[in-house]
C-alpha cells in the first residue's frame, strides 16, 4: 500500500509542477502582452517615450531622431553637451558658409570624455565628416575623472540607430517602471517648442530653445574645477583625427556677463581653460575658437549661463561657419601624425 500512496504522491506532485510551469509560463506571456499593448497605446497617444538605450529621456529622444533621419553626407560634426545641441544653428551655418554640411551630434548632460566618446561614434559611423567642431563651456570639463566614459551602450545605440532593430525590444531590454512612468508624464510637453527643456529638433539634429532670461536664474555657480582628465580625453580625440586627416576645432562658447562678473570677473578661468585646450590640441593642429571673446552677447540673450536663447544662436554661428573655411575641412592633412 505504502507503494501505492508513494507512487500517487509522486504523480501528485509532477501534475502539481506541471501546472505550476503552465501558470508560469501564461504570466509571463500576459505580461509580455499587456506590456506592448500599453506600449502601443502609449505610442497612439503620442506620451511613449523613446526606448531607453541610456535611460536619459534626454539622449534617448536624440537617439532615435537620429535614427529616423538621414543626414546624407555632413563633413562638419558638431560635437559636445547641451551647449554644442542648444547653441550651434545648422541653417545658420549653411546660409554663411555654402560648403558646410553639418551634423549636430551634441547631447545633453556629457563631460568632455564623454562627448569625445560619442563624437568619436560618429565619426566612425560617418565616413564623410572631415571637421569636428567641439563645441564646449567650463563646466563640461568639471568631471570627467569622476564620470564613465561611455555616455551609452553602444552596441545597443549601432543596432538601434545604424542597424534599425526593432524599437520594441530595448523596451524589454532596460525597462524601468519609475523612469518610465516619469517620462510617459512629460514627455508630451517636451516634444512641443516652447517648453525649456524641449526635445524638438532641427532638420540638423540642433535644439533649439527660446526663452526670456528673467524665466531663468543663472543656475550654474562658480567652477569646482578643471579636470585635466578632460583635457586628456580632448588630446586624444585630436591625435584620432589628425591620424585620420581629419581636423577638429574646439569652440567656448558665450558666458552669461553676470557669471563672469560674479564668479570670473579677472578672467582667470577662461585664461586656464584656454591654456588647457590649446595644449591638449595644438599638437595635433587643432584650432580654438573663443566664442566668449569674439561675441559680444548681451544677458537677454541667454537662457542660463552658458545656453543661448535660439535667435542669439543664428549670430554665432554665422561667425563660426565663416572661420570654417574649405580649408580647415583639408588642413589636417598637413598633420598626419600625432603628437
Known amino acids: 500500500m505504502d507503494a501505492i500512496y508513494g507512487h500517487e504522491h509522486h504523480a501528485s506532485e509532477k501534475s502539481n509542477h506541471g501546472t505550476y510551469l503552465a501558470a508560469a509560463l501564461a504570466g509571463a506571456i500576459l505580461f509580455v502582452v499587456g506590456a506592448f499593448s500599453l506600449l502601443v497605446v502609449l505610442e497612439w497617444f503620442g506620451r511613449l517615450p523613446p526606448p531607453p538605450i541610456a535611460n536619459n529621456i534626454c539622449i534617448d529622444e536624440k537617439l532615435s531622431f537620429m535614427r529616423d533621419r538621414s543626414f546624407g553626407s555632413p563633413n562638419v560634426l558638431i560635437a559636445g553637451s547641451s551647449v554644442a545641441w542648444r547653441s550651434i544653428d545648422g541653417e545658420a551655418m549653411v546660409s554663411a558658409a555654402k560648403h558646410l554640411q553639418p551634423l549636430n551630434g551634441g547631447f545633453c548632460g556629457l563631460q568632455v570624455n564623454q562627448a569625445a566618446f560619442v563624437g568619436d561614434w560618429l565619426v566612425d559611423r560617418f565616413a564623410s565628416i572631415r571637421t569636428v567642431v567641439f563645441v564646449v563651456s567650463p563646466f563640461d570639463f568639471e568631471g570627467c575623472s569622476t564620470s564613465p566614459m561611455a555616455a551609452f551602450d553602444l552596441a545597443a545605440a549601432d543596432e538601434y540607430v545604424f542597424g534599425r532593430a526593432s524599437k520594441w525590444s530595448f523596451y524589454m531590454r532596460n525597462f524601468d517602471p519609475g523612469s518610465m512612468v516619469r517620462n510617459v508624464l512629460r514627455v508630451g510637453s517636451m516634444r512641443k517648442p516652447g517648453h525649456f527643456y524641449s526635445l524638438v529638433f532641427t532638420k540638423f539634429g540642433d535644439g533649439p530653445v527660446d526663452a526670456l532670461s528673467s524665466e531663468r536664474t543663472l543656475m550654474y555657480g562658480p567652477l569646482r574645477r578643471l579636470d585635466g582628465t578632460c583635457f586628456s580625453?580632448?588630446?586624444?580625440?585630436?591625435?584620432?583625427?589628425?591620424?585620420?586627416?581629419?581636423?577638429?576645432?574646439?569652440?567656448?562658447?558665450p558666458l552669461h556677463p553676470k557669471w563672469k562678473e560674479l564668479y570670473d570677473h579677472d578672467g582667470t578661468i577662461r585664461a586656464r581653460l584656454r591654456e588647457g585646450i590649446v595644449k591638449a590640441i595644438e599638437p595635433s593642429g587643432g584650432k580654438y575658437w573663443d566664442g566668449d571673446a569674439e561675441s559680444s552677447t548681451s544677458s537677454e540673450e541667454f537662457l542660463d549661463a552658458i545656453h543661448l536663447r535660439w535667435p542669439a544662436t543664428k549670430t554665432l554661428s554665422k561667425k563660426l561657419a565663416e572661420s570654417i573655411g574649405p580649408s580647415l575641412l583639408n588642413e589636417a592633412a598637413a598633420h598626419p601624425g600625432s603628437r
Request: glycine share 4%.
Open 233 to 253: 580625453a580632448l588630446a586624444s580625440m585630436a591625435d584620432r583625427l589628425a591620424s585620420e586627416s581629419k581636423a577638429i576645432m574646439v569652440v567656448g562658447v
